[in-house]
């Protein structure tokens, strides 16, 4: 079954598009509680049971979970994100893995096969600065989701992506000078986001639609609204994970432009906002499950006041 | 000790500025040969006896190693990453883990420990279509190497990299308009590849130099030798990774605008070429590590003909 096909799916039946982020960090602020840590005497099943427990307590209120492979790196428990997969699909939840991988050839191929075969997740995140050598081997898994990254959600996004480009295609280093000497307002700059939303566009063109959307998806941050609302425009087939909801400060308002007037083409993700709420409120650590879970009910409805599902 | 200064140090010692890949692969015709995938009956032993084998026969010849991260997810054997990079680092090799990891953030922070701290690489590739969010974790480490793409050997590089964009600084949605008629053929429009050396460069104005280099390196592909010659002069304090020697078709002639007159400025890797040569010569498969030895002598002498080491 395609991705996409299920997301809907479950979408509808759940009438949620929230995504909870699984990233567990063991220190700082927002962290695992301490009962857990204490509990359990490895970072891989401290992990573990954390994500457990907010799956067990939540998954009949969210369509998908996005653990952030990046944690799992860092306390070298890739076996929680293995088991935690495995866990979330027994619950029948989908899972995103964030991993934005990128390379060329056998390299982005093994990407492709580690991502999809060995964690089998049903989607993850990739970023296409290399072009469509790098994709290409993740487009090779039809059923599988992919979300590529267009305009990310924190400040220095604009460093890069927010660059007005001009896409002159295969144009040789010397037909440069000749370039500049047609420049005029008539030309179209472009900023580099939304040329990479336009390859998107075009890259997902004769890929297979369920609800109008395929399995080729962008990301684009929910601290971006005015973005958001020209991206929705550009990647018309495109589902968009917007993260940034939350702790990074958007809301439901920012959200919106996301989605379709049947309140389709887009998944809201929270991580810290929800994983660990109980920081933040009235819950006790211990109970930290039905902080998410009370995190999540908000969200969604809070959400829902602005979409159509 | 500073990655760079280690780099330059063994660079001269050795006389060579060849890095050899080790992206073990067990299929294919570029693979690991039969002989040991029948001894071992794992991929990780298969893959570590594979690496070390390779190691003790070249580490004199050679000043650091490039693994490639995503083959050892695929097998599902980091620990033969690991362990690679401690044997390399007995034979006082350096290591360049090849991750090209991109995220903000904690997520960033995460990457930059699990390169530095659980990998334990001396540097590691970057991918900064994020911003400088993406690299200040990696700055944090003022002792390690980053290199940060800039312009890759792949084909479809051009399909983003080779965008003609312009860096109106700052620029509002609403101030768009205004810079569109501003458009003339003084402005001075340049490559995405170009505008992202150039911030390279300005990121790595204030760090500490060693002989003239920083341990903020960029990745420029030596199947474009005319952009790394124009690359060579941006970031004047960067040491280039030059991959797409070899396998990917590039010589001596194209690698040698990388380097200084010093015979400094660059490493050359090549992964496939080094590490699969007893598929293409006449060396039988049990004689993978001589064949290796054979293809770094043949490919240093080759480059040393191009430059004054």
Chains 1, 2 share one sequence.
Not at 212 to 221: E, F, Q
């Amino acid at each position: 079954m395609s991705f996409i096909s299920n997301l809907i799916t479950v979408i509808k039946e759940k009438k949620s598009v929230v995504c909870m982020g699984l990233d567990p960090q063991l220190e700082g602020v927002n962290r695992i509680p301490e009962c857990l840590i204490e509990q359990y005497n490895n970072p891989n099943d401290i992990i573990l049971n954390f994500n457990k427990e907010l799956i067990e307590k939540t998954y009949d209120l969210i369509p998908i979970i996005k653990p952030q492979i990046a944690f799992y790196e860092k306390y070298d428990a890739l076996n929680a994100l293995k088991e935690t997969i495995k866990f979330a699909h027994k619950k029948d939840l989908l899972v995103l893995l964030d991993s934005k991988r990128n390379d060329i050839g056998a390299t982005s191929e093994a990407y492709a096969f580690s991502n999809y075969e060995v964690f089998n997740a049903d989607a993850c995140t990739i970023n296409a600065y290399l072009g469509y050598d790098c994709i290409k081997p993740f487009l090779q898994y039809e059923n599988k989701g992919k979300f590529i990254l267009v305009k990310t959600s924190n400040p220095s996004s604009k460093d890069f992506q927010d660059l007005f480009s001009l896409n002159l295609e295969n144009i040789s280093n010397e037909e440069y000078e000749i370039a500049i000497d047609k420049l005029n307002p008539d030309l179209k700059l472009k900023r580099n986001y939304i040329q990479m939303a336009e390859l998107i566009q075009k890259w997902g063109v004769n890929l297979e639609r369920y609800n109008d959307y395929h399995n080729l998806g962008i990301v684009a941050g929910a601290t971006f609204p005015e973005e958001l609302k020209i991206l929705r425009k550009i990647v018309k087939n495109s589902f968009i994970l917007i993260p940034g909801f939350g702790a990074q400060g958007a809301t439901a308002k920012d959200v919106k432009y996301g989605f379709n007037q049947e309140g389709l083409g887009a998944i809201v993700n929270s991580s810290r906002g929800i994983t660990y709420a109980y920081v933040n409120n009235k819950f006790k650590p211990e109970k930290f499950a039905d902080a998410a879970k009370n995190e999540i009910k908000r969200m969604n409805l809070e959400i829902k006041k602005e979409i159509n599902l």
